[in-house]
């Protein structure tokens, strides 16, 4: 709590938060009394229920509006930034206040969805939480806005049956396929859908239009000297480098994007070794090594790789696979996402990906946030 706002702990926090309205030290005060000196033990009752008290006092207070809050001790913060929801609604699960929990949960599922305490599947880990969500359940949408009525989840399952069978007898069905729309377009498309999707932060980069997102081509030469460096690239990739040597994402938006063979190597910063456990089926010990993308812009820690076509295949090939000529992964991950990384078939695939996802956003009037 000094670090991120500035405050240093009271010596009694059970007098203190009687006394004050300050939100921070309301937190820290709930965060003391919950707090224990051996792992995986848990406050007495008293101290428990004494957190949870203080907890509800802090949630009661006026939120401090999202266009004030940022990053520093100076900028303002949300309540579930202070004090993460899931820690009140376990406290309340271990006091035998249920619908006191259903009640937390779902507050801090209207203001901020799962944007502080956990993604949901911390939450679906808490002891308990399957007493709370019934509850949770019986005020429909004005309680959780996740929440799916019963008519609504039939037909949902129906239509995800009908996708999973249509995949499995035909393979998957891009909307973006090559012979539907070539690279020009699909950079072009992805390079507007971005503009209108991302531009406060593109604009804060100093671009001044959806053009300026795109990498200028990459020449035969430069192609060239790329491949004596790492090795022979994949094919959809040097299209697309031909037309724009990447393009730029933003802080989380399209993970940073890629900056095509600027800056390309084999050197890998360390996480290369440590996420590729995720291929280790595909690829066995075979003698491996990929290629790292510098991102298309400042990021947040996000890492690009290519496990090249060659020992895409030999992998394959040694684990007793099909594998077609040329099939290869690319991969992103940020050493903070704790769920695995993300990975598609090819460039192609993940640029396809961009812009299914930009453009949605358009369709739903969403911007980045």
């Not at 939480?129 to 039939?154: C, H, M, Q, T, W």
């Not at 539907?180 to 503009?195: F, I, N, P, Q, S």
Request: with cysteine.
């Amino acid at each position: 709590m000094l670090q991120h706002i500035g405050l240093a702990e009271p010596e009694n926090p059970s007098s203190i938060w009687r006394e004050t309205d300050d939100p921070a030290m309301l937190a820290m005060c709930a965060r003391l009394l919950a707090k224990t000196t051996v792992p995986c033990t848990y406050p007495p009752d008293n101290l428990a229920r004494e957190a949870l008290e203080v907890a509800q006092k802090l949630y009661a207070t006026p939120d401090t509006p999202r266009e004030e809050c940022g990053w520093g001790p100076e900028k303002g913060k949300r309540h579930s930034y202070l004090l993460y929801r899931r820690l009140a609604v376990e406290l309340a699960i271990r006091s035998g206040e249920l619908q006191t929990a259903a009640d937390i949960l779902g507050q801090g599922l209207r203001r901020d969805l799962f944007t502080n305490g956990g993604e949901l599947s911390d939450f679906l880990m808490v002891p308990g939480i399957y007493d709370v969500l019934p509850l949770l359940a019986r005020g429909g949408k004005e309680s959780n806005p996740f929440f799916i009525p019963k008519e609504d989840a039939v037909v949902m399952v129906r239509e995800i049956t009908a996708a999973l069978e249509l995949r499995a007898e035909h393979g998957r069905q891009w909307a973006l396929h090559p012979s539907k729309v070539g690279w020009r377009e699909l950079l072009d498309r992805l390079a507007e859908g971005a503009w209108k999707a991302n531009r406060k932060e593109y604009q804060s980069m100093g671009i001044q239009s959806a053009k300026g997102i795109l990498y200028d081509p990459a020449s035969e030469e430069e192609i060239t000297a790329a491949e004596e460096k790492v090795g022979q690239l994949p094919a959809d990739f040097k299209e697309m480098v031909r037309l724009a040597n990447g393009f730029m994402g933003g802080w989380h938006f399209f993970a940073g994007g890629i900056a095509g063979i600027q800056n390309i190597t084999t050197e890998g910063d360390g996480y290369a070794d440590i996420v590729y456990e995720h291929f280790e089926d595909e690829l066995g010990d075979i003698d491996y090594k990929m290629i790292q993308l510098e991102p298309g812009t400042e990021c947040d820690s996000f890492d690009h790789f290519i496990v090249l076509p060659k020992y895409w295949k030999e992998g394959k090939v040694q684990a007793g696979k099909e594998v077609k000529d040329g099939e290869y992964q690319y991969w992103h991950w940020a050493f903070w996402s704790g769920s695995g990384i993300c990975h598609w078939d090819s460039v192609r695939d993940f640029v396809c990906s961009c812009v299914e996802e930009v453009e949605e956003m358009i369709e739903n009037g969403e911007e980045e946030d």
